[in-house]
């Protein structure tokens, strides 16, 4: 693993960010006897909602974004390919589309990020059906620049993490030293039946419904040993946000007890320390734990160019969730255990650059601003 190099005390990587996928990749990208069948976006428009930044799908004004929100650089998700995913929860599943259709999205995306590889920090989109084609997959994007892999966290119901399936992934995953990307909104179970959902079930899902699937997934790959026969793999858990993940392990080392009967030799905390990061944005009670614990697991991110993210607003989230913390813990939190999981030198940071207030682009009411708020008060919530 590469060293971890510093650019000053409050470098600033994004661990969540995303690419805007032109929608008609693969009605042009994939070959002639899969086109009738390609994912379509029709309600997607450039300009609009997820695509409002050119940012998204072109490099150059990427780095001019990241220039204005100080962000040196950027861990990519993609936007659109997780309904490579969904599309066989409504269809017949097809191994042959569904790995042609990852291919075209992993060229696009090698190809984007070929325009800056050090800032740029691509992860090849694959399904994990075929372990075989997955590996090789895996290896392929590997030697074409990418830094990771990005796949489902609900797994469809007759792949669990606690199988077997999976096993040979893992060791090649731990041996290549690829970390995986698990982002919210990707796989199956309620991300594919929350269609047409009223405002009421939105709200009640993502208060709670991410978290969920996070802690099933953590709990049942730490149970079940994934941890204790892969002590080199990574695990980077994307926009889930942190302060909920201390009072859950220690929980779960309470109801996990000694665990011999499991076979595990450490305690469910104790992998989740070594081998899994999970990203915050405005955060304020993950931010606050930081004086005690997450330090080394805990990494910000911005979300860009998503509506649900906060860019272009980096410098007031610093001084609302990381001022006040020693400079040690920025440090790691804002960019060194960022390049620690991805074994990546930090980049130089990008000269500032302006930007255009964005706030009526979209409603945003969980965007606070430095200066506006604050998070030391006595009450819960954000309620003032």
Same mark, same amino acid.
Request: proline share 8%.
């Given at each position: 693993?590469?060293?971890?190099?510093?650019?000053?005390?409050?470098?600033?990587?994004?661990?969540?960010?995303?690419?805007?996928?032109?929608?008609?990749?693969?009605?042009?990208?994939l070959?002639p006897?899969?086109?009738?069948?390609?994912?379509?976006?029709?309600r997607?428009?450039?300009?609009?909602?997820n695509?409002?930044r050119?940012?998204?799908?072109?490099?150059?004004?990427?780095?001019?974004?990241?220039?204005?929100?100080?962000?040196?650089?950027?861990?990519?998700?993609?936007?659109l390919?997780?309904?490579?995913?969904?599309?066989?929860?409504?269809?017949?599943?097809d191994?042959?589309?569904a790995?042609?259709?990852?291919?075209?999205?992993n060229?696009?995306?090698?190809?984007?990020c070929?325009?800056?590889?050090?800032?740029?920090?691509?992860?090849?989109?694959?399904?994990l059906?075929?372990?075989d084609y997955a590996?090789?997959e895996?290896?392929?994007?590997?030697?074409?620049g990418l830094?990771?892999?990005?796949t489902?966290?609900?797994p469809?119901?007759e792949?669990?993490?606690?199988?077997?399936?999976?096993?040979?992934?893992?060791?090649?995953?731990?041996?290549?030293?690829?970390?995986?990307?698990?982002?919210?909104?990707?796989g199956?179970?309620?991300?594919?039946?929350?269609?047409?959902?009223?405002?009421?079930?939105?709200?009640s899902?993502?208060?709670?419904?991410?978290?969920?699937?996070?802690?099933?997934?953590?709990?049942?790959?730490i149970?079940?040993?994934?941890?204790?026969?892969? $002590?080199?793999?990574?695990? =980077? !858990?994307? /926009?889930?946000d942190c302060?909920w993940?201390p009072?859950? @392990?220690? &929980?779960?080392?309470r109801?996990?007890?000694?665990?011999k009967?499991l076979?595990?030799s450490?305690?469910?905390?104790?992998?989740?320390?070594r081998?899994?990061f999970?990203?915050?944005?405005?955060?304020?009670?993950?931010?606050?734990?930081?004086?005690?614990?997450?330090?080394?697991?805990?990494?910000?991110?911005?979300?860009?160019?998503?509506?649900?993210?906060?860019?272009?607003?980096?410098?007031?989230t610093?001084?609302?969730?990381?001022?006040?913390?020693?400079? $040690?813990?920025?440090?790691? =939190? !804002?960019a /060194?255990?960022l390049?620690?999981a991805?074994?990546q030198? @930090?980049? &130089?940071?990008l000269?500032?650059?302006?930007?255009?207030?964005?706030?009526?682009?979209?409603?945003?009411?969980?965007?606070?601003?430095?200066?506006?708020?604050?998070?030391?008060?006595?009450?819960?919530?954000?309620?003032v």
């Amino acid at each position: 693993m590469v060293d971890v190099m510093t650019s000053g005390p409050d470098a600033r990587l994004s661990g969540d960010s995303h690419v805007s996928e032109p929608p008609d990749l693969w009605v042009k990208g994939l070959p002639p006897r899969f086109r009738n069948r390609a994912l379509q976006f029709p309600r997607v428009a450039y300009g609009k909602f997820n695509h409002s930044r050119p940012g998204g799908w072109d490099p150059v004004e990427r780095l001019k974004d990241m220039a204005a929100d100080g962000i040196a650089a950027e861990v990519l998700y993609p936007t659109l390919a997780k309904g490579i995913f969904e599309q066989f929860f409504h269809q017949p599943f097809d191994p042959d589309l569904a790995k042609a259709c990852e291919r075209v999205y992993n060229d696009w995306m090698i190809e984007f990020c070929q325009a800056a590889p050090d800032r740029l920090w691509g992860q090849a989109f694959i399904g994990l059906w075929d372990i075989d084609y997955a590996i090789q997959e895996m290896q392929r994007t590997q030697r074409e620049g990418l830094k990771g892999v990005a796949t489902w966290i609900a797994p469809p119901d007759e792949l669990p993490w606690t199988g077997d399936h999976y096993e040979r992934f893992w060791s090649a995953a731990e041996e290549m030293r690829v970390p995986i990307g698990f982002h919210i909104n990707t796989g199956f179970g309620a991300y594919v039946t929350r269609h047409h959902e009223s405002r009421f079930e939105s709200v009640s899902r993502q208060a709670y419904g991410h978290k969920v699937v996070a802690m099933q997934a953590m709990a049942e790959m730490i149970l079940s040993g994934v941890f204790e026969r892969h $002590p080199r793999l990574t695990v =980077v !858990l994307a /926009e889930f946000d942190c302060g909920w993940i201390p009072f859950f @392990l220690e &929980d779960l080392d309470r109801k996990f007890g000694r665990g011999k009967e499991l076979g595990l030799s450490m305690l469910p905390s104790e992998y989740f320390s070594r081998s899994v990061f999970s990203t915050m944005m405005q955060d304020g009670v993950g931010g606050f734990l930081l004086q005690r614990w997450g330090a080394d697991n805990f990494v910000y991110a911005n979300d860009y160019p998503h509506a649900g993210g906060i860019w272009p607003h980096t410098d007031d989230t610093f001084e609302l969730v990381f001022s006040a913390l020693p400079v $040690p813990t920025r440090r790691k =939190v !804002l960019a /060194e255990n960022l390049a620690r999981a991805y074994g990546q030198p @930090l980049p &130089d940071p990008l000269p500032r650059q302006p930007f255009v207030e964005m706030d009526g682009h979209w409603n945003r009411p969980w965007l606070k601003r430095a200066g506006a708020f604050t998070f030391d008060k006595p009450k819960m919530g954000l309620a003032v």
